[in-house]
């Protein structure tokens, strides 16, 4: 059973442009957690799909970010516009219940120049 | 959510015990006690989570204390590999299943 997949693992965009990072979650998983991790700085919660709905996205910014997760392909954090403060690195987890053990993906370590 | 606190950095010899410590007085009844751990540039890693019994895994074992403020996270034998960040998160219902990751402690094992 291959882990959490997200890709791309580095992306490197200007200020302005879109930045679009995929998870891919664990077979039979229909949960998926997104997080960011600014440098020096722990892990905070973004958003939380199940399959089609997005559940719970009180830590996502208000403008810019979306995320979606379909039922069928991998689950997409969207940020338009980027800006330097976006530089992080972006991970998910998926888990195959609400409560459950979250597996996380490598990250995608996204950098605005 | 509530609140964990853990030592900013530890240090262990390589094959010695560590016990890595958070107190969490604000934790309610139905709070399970995590732990997560981070290796340098990869993304969390379970460990071991619990209620309210001691709990044993093949990497390592949950202490909790009698009044659940307090849990230690133990390292039977520390290795090279160990050296990570590691997380005490509580989690409860109303959370929805996502976490909440402190600072952590930051484990330094020496060979």
Not at chain 2, 34 to 51: C, D, F, K, N, T
Not at chain 2, 54 to 61: E, P, T
Request: net charge positive.
């Amino acid at each position: 059973n291959a882990g959490v997949m997200q890709n791309p693992r580095h992306l490197v965009r200007r200020r302005g442009q879109e930045a679009r990072l995929r998870c891919s979650p664990m077979k039979g998983h229909s949960h998926v957690y997104w997080y960011r991790q600014l440098p020096e700085e722990g892990l905070k919660f973004m958003v939380y799909l199940q399959k089609e709905n997005i559940i719970d996205e009180s830590g996502m910014p208000k403008e810019r970010f979306s995320a979606e997760f379909p039922k069928e392909g991998p689950s997409i954090l969207r940020i338009q516009q980027v800006v330097r403060g976006d530089s992080a690195a972006y991970f998910c987890a998926s888990s195959p219940f609400r409560d459950g053990e979250q597996f996380f993906g490598p990250g995608t370590r996204l950098t605005v120049l | 959510d509530a609140k964990t606190t853990q030592p900013n950095s530890m240090e262990s010899n390589e094959e010695e015990p560590v016990h890595l410590p958070c107190n969490h007085s604000t934790i309610s009844g139905t709070d399970y006690i995590h732990w997560y751990r981070q290796l340098p540039s990869q993304g969390p890693e379970y460990v071991i989570h619990g209620l309210t019994s001691n709990v044993n895994n093949r990497m390592a074992s949950l202490a909790i204390a009698e009044d659940r403020k307090s849990s230690t996270l133990i390292l039977h034998r520390a290795t090279l590999r160990d050296a990570a960040v590691y997380y005490c998160i509580l989690s409860r219902g109303s959370t929805l299943g996502r976490l909440y990751f402190g600072r952590g402690t930051q484990l330094t094992v020496w060979p």
